[in-house]
């Protein structure tokens, strides 16, 4: 695997048993990174991945933990740390959409949703910037999305946690840059996966874009993968919309 650029990195993906996670779980690992595959819950999905990622000639553990919970957070950067001596590269995947009318919407469920993005990357990036900073070299992806950039109802716990992320990413992004990390957002347009229950059903209406379809998880993947590689060294806090034309916008 010497020939490959992630060679030799690790990179830790939360939410990554199943859709975006696990294809940017292996896109990453086809460059020759090591994956830690972090789940919520799903073990035998998380494993799952792992077998996935060891047959494509590299190492992977799975690491069960609630992004919300810092003692949680803390373990799995140990279990990553016994593993792999430490984390690269950082994807902040995870994230909870849900489908709730602004007026029917309960304190606990706009808590949920804002602390799955921000609490988790906050969590996340403290453990993971000190391994990086030793190093001088690192990584961090968060993953955004179209909807707050275009607004969208019954989503607005959604909408506020991503346009966090943004804040998030632009803050990290100056703050790091002299210790040789790189701090990007990517944000999906609308992406043809398997929704959990918890974010309800599809909207039912037409993709109004330019390429007027849905996007894959490998076109998301990609995106994550370059932000990764070595030769993205001079792209930092940007938002890389992947939505086929249907935000134009520069932010």
């Known amino acids: 695997m010497t020939d490959k650029p992630l060679s030799g990195k690790t990179a830790l993906v939360t939410g990554a048993a199943r859709n975006i996670g696990r294809g940017i779980a292996h896109h990453l690992a086809k460059e020759g990174a090591n994956i830690v595959v972090n789940a919520v819950s799903d073990p035998d999905a998380a494993n799952q991945v792992v077998e996935e990622i060891k047959g494509m000639g590299v190492d992977a553990i799975a690491c069960i933990a609630n992004v919300t919970d810092k003692a949680a957070v803390d ?3 140990a279990e990553a740390t016994d593993a ?4 690269d590269i950082l994807v902040l995947n995870a994230s909870s959409r849900g489908q709730v009318p602004f007026l029917e919407m309960t304190h606990e469920q706009w808590r949920n949703v804002i602390d799955i993005s921000l609490d988790g ?8 910037l000190p391994m990086m900073q030793k190093n001088g070299w690192g ?4 993953l955004g999305g179209i909807s707050w950039h275009i607004g969208t109802g019954n989503r607005v716990h959604n909408l506020v946690s991503k346009s966090g992320l943004a804040g998030f990413t632009r803050g ?3 703050e790091f840059a002299e210790d040789g990390i790189t701090v990007n957002c990517v944000s999906p347009g609308f992406i043809d996966t398997v929704r959990p229950a918890s974010a309800g059903a599809r909207p039912n209406r037409k993709v109004s874009a330019p390429i007027s379809r849905l996007g894959t998880v490998d076109e998301i993947a990609s995106m994550v993968r370059y932000l990764c590689m070595p030769e993205s060294a001079y792209v930092t806090g940007q938002i890389m919309h992947v939505n086929g034309g249907m935000y134009l916008g520069g932010s």
């Not at 792999?84 to 984390?87: I, R, T």
């Not at 990357?121 to 993971?128: P, V």
């Not at 990584?139 to 968060?142: L, S």
């Open 121 to 128: 990357a906050f969590y996340c990036s403290q453990a993971a």
């Open 84 to 87: 792999f001596d430490g984390v």
């Open 172 to 174: 990290l992004a100056v």
């Open 75 to 77: 373990q799995m950067f």
């Open 139 to 142: 990584r961090i992806v968060t």
